[in-house]
């Protein structure tokens, strides 16, 4: 079991260029989210998806796009990169349980914007 | 009322000592609060969490203490180890979704 893998581990993007950020789980669970993380900012989540084919806005969702076309998979798009998108990225995934609904975190995206 | 604020923002606890970090949310009605645990380079991994209707869980040297009326909860570390160095997480959960809302963490150093 890899978990939750996410790729690349780094990246230096200009302004104004696009890139996609990869995450894949092999847990088979439901949900998958994606967070960026800033410095004394903890973790704010960007999208999210319930399932395959559906997706849902989260707290800070201008700027990115994700697509859910499989349960393993659920990238995260960058159109036309800015500063302010420099961060760090984790996915996450997990199961729907009332209680105990933990989320499993990939190791993270760190990206920079210049 | 979406927001958890984490408190201190960075804590340096002697080896041996107890490290607590607090938590506080306006919104009654989020229904389940785990703690995670992040080291650096690492993505956050989860460590503790307690219902609403539990006012204490503890898991070896880690509890949760809530206080719903106060609408509060605390990690404590007990007996503080280097190994436990990292930054810890507060969250929320909103009600009728499985979105979490994050404190802005804690960052925890135990000297040796």
């Known amino acids: 079991n890899a978990g939750v893998t996410q790729t690349p581990k780094f990246r230096i993007l200009k302004i104004g260029q696009s890139m996609t950020l990869q995450c894949t789980q092999d847990m088979n669970h439901n949900y998958m989210y994606w967070y960026r993380q800033d410095p004394g900012m903890g973790l704010k989540l960007i999208y999210y998806?319930?399932?395959?084919?559906?997706?849902d806005k989260g707290e800070v969702p201008n700027g990115y796009n994700v697509s859910r076309s499989t349960t393993e998979d659920f990238p995260l798009r960058l159109e036309l990169a800015a500063p302010s998108q420099t961060s760090v990225y984790f996915c996450?995934?997990?199961?729907?349980?009332?209680?105990?609904?933990?989320?499993?975190f990939g190791p993270g995206t760190r990206l920079t914007v210049l | 009322q979406q927001q958890v604020k984490q408190s201190p923002q960075s804590l340096i606890v002697q080896k041996g000592g107890i490290s607590i970090i607090n938590c506080a949310y306006e919104?009654?009605?989020?229904?389940?609060f785990p703690w995670y645990q992040q080291f650096p380079g690492k993505g956050p991994a989860l460590l503790i969490a307690i219902r609403p209707d539990v006012s204490e869980k503890k898991e070896g040297r880690f509890t949760i203490s809530f206080n719903k009326s106060a609408k509060q909860f605390s990690l404590h570390i007990m007996d503080s180890q280097p190994g436990d160095s990292a930054t810890y997480f507060c969250?929320?959960?909103?009600?009728?979704?499985?979105?979490?809302?994050f404190g802005t963490g804690t960052r925890l150093k135990v000297l040796a």
């Open positions: 998806s319930v399932g395959a084919g559906i997706t």
């Open positions: 919104n009654t009605a989020f229904d389940y």
């Open positions: 969250a929320a959960r909103a009600p009728g979704t499985y979105k979490y809302i």
């Open positions: 996450a995934s997990s199961y729907p349980r009332e209680f105990g609904n933990e989320q499993f």
